[in-house]
């Protein structure tokens, strides 16, 4: 694999799409704002605050379902040098360089004073990671960038997880993706799929349609009780 080469990682039958979910957050409270509005915190529930509380020091920083819900799993790649699963590991750097949005990094996201009151969920709102995480998915399949390697992978590798993520409560999947782009971009077969599925579903109502117009066609109407105006 040539760089750049992408590591993702996948989750299945995550609905970062619901409802409830995407709007649990507060963003004026996400670009640094200390006393952002009642309304706007109350957006984060049912993850607002430590019981619920309405003090300042209570309150979770970042507050809302989608920041108390951030993936937590980290990865690490190596080289084998040998084709057995022994032997010496050469570690393989990754790079934090396009991971998230330029935009979303310095317009959207700004952290808070260290002694700013509140219960600190997320050390730094502006890593990459976090942010990569706030922006969520429109499926409950999707995945998300990691890391991005500059390096060519020629050989046998391994990948360390940490597995700090639980999935098995909900009947979700994991998975980590290594993924190269060409100049059409990166692999994504969702829109095949979905002009295949449109594209067969069109041909087969043409074909009834027809069908139903050459057995039992449309009668013609009758022109005389047509009114002409003068």
């Given at each position: 694999m040539e760089p750049p080469i992408f590591l993702y990682y996948k989750l299945e039958n995550f609905y970062q799409n619901h409802r409830r979910y995407v709007k649990s957050r507060c963003d004026s409270q996400l670009s640094g704002d200390l006393e952002p509005s009642s309304a706007c915190l109350k957006n984060c529930e049912p993850a607002k605050s430590f019981n619920d509380s309405e003090a300042p020091e209570d309150v979770y920083l970042p507050c809302g379902l989608i920041a108390k819900s951030m993936f937590t799993d980290s990865?690490?790649?190596?080289?084998?040098?040998?084709?057995?699963?022994?032997?010496?590991?050469?570690?393989?750097?990754?790079?934090?360089?396009?991971?998230?949005?330029?935009?979303?990094?310095?317009?959207?996201?700004?952290?808070?004073?260290?002694?700013?009151?509140?219960?600190?969920?997320?050390?730094?709102?502006?890593?990459?990671?976090?942010?990569?995480?706030?922006?969520?998915?429109?499926?409950?399949?999707?995945?998300?960038?990691?890391?991005?390697?500059?390096?060519?992978?020629?050989?046998?590798?391994?990948?360390?997880?940490?597995?700090?993520?639980?999935?098995?409560?909900?009947?979700?999947?994991?998975?980590?993706?290594?993924?190269?782009?060409?100049?059409?971009?990166?692999?994504?077969?969702f829109l095949g799929y979905a002009y295949i599925i449109v594209g067969s579903v069109c041909v087969v109502l043409a074909i009834i349609f027809g069908l139903k117009q050459a057995i039992s066609p449309r009668a013609t109407g009758d022109t005389t009780y047509l009114e002409w105006a003068h």
């Open positions: 990865f690490r790649l190596v080289k084998l040098a040998s084709n057995d699963t022994g032997g010496v590991e050469y570690p393989i750097p990754m790079s934090f360089e396009g991971v998230a949005w330029e935009s979303d990094i310095e317009k959207k996201f700004n952290n808070p004073p260290a002694n700013a009151t509140g219960i600190r969920i997320i050390p730094d709102f502006k890593h990459p990671d976090f942010v990569v995480w706030m922006r969520t998915a429109g499926l409950p399949t999707f995945r998300k960038l990691y890391r991005v390697i500059n390096v060519p992978l020629v050989g046998n590798y391994r990948v360390y997880i940490h597995n700090t993520f639980n999935v098995t409560g909900y009947g979700g999947h994991k998975y980590v993706v290594l993924s190269t782009t060409s100049w059409l971009g990166g692999k994504n077969p």
